[in-house]
């Protein structure tokens, strides 16, 4: 070791500040560090970053903590750590950002019950992230928490500008407000709520102007929340997958203008579809796996011309599925697999305008000849038809056109595929695939084109 590695700012993982050389910041997270802490870290008095996540520390949160006065930023997200969260983290009242969060169910991992989230989050006025991930938040009789008595992240700038606007502090307190809308802060619920008593939806949503990253209950009615949710102006990604949530999706949805994701999939959602004309900026929707019905219909999508991905795959919709769909001008990714749509699919323009690089129309009862449209989606990438009822005879050849083509589904349906070669590059020419699905497509020979496919994974040619 040379004379020059003993200071600290040449360690990895360690921050300095430039004028006095002091430890502001220390990274120790995913180095597999097991066992406690060593009582010397509470002696870096100035430290203002830490972040230990990714470990195996196995023990409480050390109560020294509390000592760490100058942090602004406490990562200890699956560090290990169990039990109950210790008061003195409420002493860091310079936190920005506190994360606890764990992406295991652990038997023993972290509650806050005494104290619980209201007396944890007293004094930390200066939160703009919160992430408490797989906490078990219970109230100290043991029921689930009143959310009113817990003071959420942003609700501590809503607080204070009231404070400050009585005391005739308005300036710093514009400014706060603008930091948060600008960071957007992120208020993560947690997964355990009882389903049997779940918690009335707290009334203090209904005054922020933040992102609500996700909010995970058990067999409730989104009607329920709706109304509040759907007060939050500002909400800008609404995460609410895997829920259990029941009923149809409520018609107030289409007050939050400034969303840009929304993500209902994994719930048990009916009835039919409302429009989805909310924002002019949604760029990504899923209501993957629910039990939604009947059509969709160009209404739903005419002036959401900014949508990257749509997913409402394996639902119970129906009927034609609109030509437009095709023609968003920004839409990347297209899954209506596992529904019920049927009729004839229509030739839709602009073509050479489409950035669409999947498509997957898999398992319903679509009918009639593949549209030429689709081999002249340059950006297509995979295109899934199998499992459906088309019919009539597509030449293979055709896409050729497509070169980043790295899935091509045709199976399962009452297609002839004809995979002989009329040109100079037909087959010869054909993009180099991954997987290539051409189970019972009333093939006439081998095809000898798959002698230069070097790149295939999958391959299935079976019922021919």
């Known amino acids: 070791m040379e004379h020059g590695d003993i200071h600290p700012f040449r360690w990895n993982g360690v921050t300095c500040n430039e004028g006095r050389g002091r430890v502001i910041g220390l990274d120790l997270s995913q180095e597999f560090i097991t066992g406690g802490l060593t009582s010397s870290l509470f002696n870096i008095q100035y430290l203002q970053n830490l972040n230990l996540a990714h470990n195996d520390f196995g023990s409480l949160i050390p109560s020294k903590f509390g000592l760490l006065k100058n942090l602004r930023y406490l990562n200890l997200s699956n560090a290990g750590f169990v039990g109950q969260v210790p008061i003195e983290v409420a002493l860091l009242t310079n936190l920005a950002t506190l994360d606890l969060s764990t992406s295991f169910t652990l038997q023993h991992g972290l509650k806050l019950e005494k104290p619980n989230i209201g007396m944890l989050m007293k004094n930390l006025t200066e939160i703009i992230e919160l992430y408490l991930d797989g906490v078990m938040i219970v109230e100290q009789s043991g029921r689930p928490p009143n959310w009113e008595s817990g003071i959420a992240t942003v609700h501590h700038y809503h607080q204070q500008q009231q404070k400050r606007h009585a005391t005739g502090e308005q300036t710093k307190t514009s400014q706060r407000r603008r930091i948060v809308r600008e960071q957007r802060a992120f208020s993560t619920f947690p997964h355990h709520v009882d389903s049997n008593d779940p918690p009335t939806p707290p009334r203090f949503l209904a005054t922020t102007a933040a992102s609500l990253h996700s909010y995970h209950s058990y067999n409730i009615e989104l009607h329920r929340y709706a109304g509040t949710i759907s007060n939050l102006k500002q909400l800008a990604i609404v995460d609410l997958s895997n829920c259990q949530f029941n009923g149809t999706l409520p018609v107030s949805l289409s007050r939050l203008t400034q969303l840009v994701h929304l993500d209902l999939s994994f719930n048990n959602f009916s009835g039919p579809l409302p429009s989805l004309n909310m924002s002019n900026d949604l760029k990504y929707l899923s209501l993957f796996r629910n039990t939604l ?172």
């Not at 019920?340 to 997957?360: A, H, K």
């Not at 398992?363 to 009639?368: A, E, I, R, S, T």
Request: hydrophobic share 35%.
């Open 293 to 464: 019905t009947g059509p969709i219909t160009s209404t739903h999508w005419n002036k959401l011309l900014n949508l990257i991905s749509i997913n409402v795959g394996d639902n119970s919709f129906s009927g034609k599925v609109p030509s437009t769909l095709f023609t968003l001008p920004s839409l990347q990714e297209l899954i209506l697999s596992h529904n019920g749509f049927d009729g004839m699919l229509d030739e839709f323009p602009n073509v050479s305008l489409s950035n669409l690089q999947t498509i997957d129309l898999n398992n319903n009862k679509l009918q009639g000849p593949i549209p030429l449209s689709f081999i002249h989606l340059k950006c297509l990438g995979y295109l899934l038809f199998s499992s459906n009822q088309f019919n009539g005879t597509t030449r293979l050849e055709l896409f050729h056109r497509l070169q980043y083509l790295q899935t091509l589904g045709l199976s399962h349906n009452n297609l002839s595929v004809d995979i002989t070669s009329s040109g100079n590059h037909g087959l010869s020419a054909f993009p180099n695939m991954t997987n290539l699905l051409l189970a019972d497509c009333k093939l006439k020979k081998f095809p000898s084109f798959l002698k230069n496919q070097s790149r295939l994974v999958s391959l299935d040619l079976s019922n021919n």
